[in-house]
């Protein structure tokens, strides 16, 4: 916080102190004005008094502008504080957030894995039962295909047996 002298008072070449922004740190300044002044031994001289609410009284003494002027900074310095506390309120919330959304990409990766999994096992079952209706479906031809061989060697033997006794008794 510099302190105010005759030669750090002059804030421009105009010797004009402008009124600080309203709304810092919460707190309500009347609308930003420029007030004149001249500086003589450590007490500032209002030139111009434009409103009463603005400057209640004439003149300031340099210690009531540094107490005002510290003041101010320690309001301003409150605010940052406040400020970095939301900041930091806000940065962790953002932190959870990310982890709640990791959580749920987490957890959707997990059932998307089983889902997979799951149609993937499913798919293996269904071409095992594929496969062993298959092999069934074979099974029952080959019977079926045996049977047919049986009967027709049956039919065959039956028919040389005839043709041979048909031969031999006929000579």
């Not at 806000?90 to 089983?114: A, H, P, S």
Request: no cysteine; charged share 30%.
């Amino acid at each position: 916080m510099p302190n105010i002298t005759e030669s750090t008072a002059t804030i421009n070449s105009q010797n004009i102190i402008p009124f600080p922004d309203p709304e810092i740190n919460g707190m309500s300044f009347p609308p930003q004005k420029s007030v004149p002044v001249q500086i003589t031994h450590d007490i500032i001289k209002s030139e111009k008094q434009t409103e009463e609410s603005i400057m209640p009284q004439e003149t300031y003494t340099k210690s009531e502008i540094d107490l005002k002027f510290e003041k101010l900074n320690s309001d301003v310095q409150h605010g940052f504080e406040k400020v970095d506390m939301i900041v930091d309120n806000l940065r962790q919330e953002m932190r959870d957030g990310f982890e709640k959304v990791d959580i749920k990409f987490e957890q959707v990766n997990q059932k998307l894995d089983y889902s997979i999994n799951h149609i993937l096992s499913e798919t293996r079952n269904l071409l095992l039962e594929q496969q062993v209706k298959e092999k069934a479906e074979r099974e029952q031809e080959r019977k079926a295909t045996n049977r047919w061989l049986v009967g027709i060697a049956i039919s065959l033997a039956g028919l040389i047996i005839s043709i041979i006794v048909n031969f031999f008794l006929k000579k």
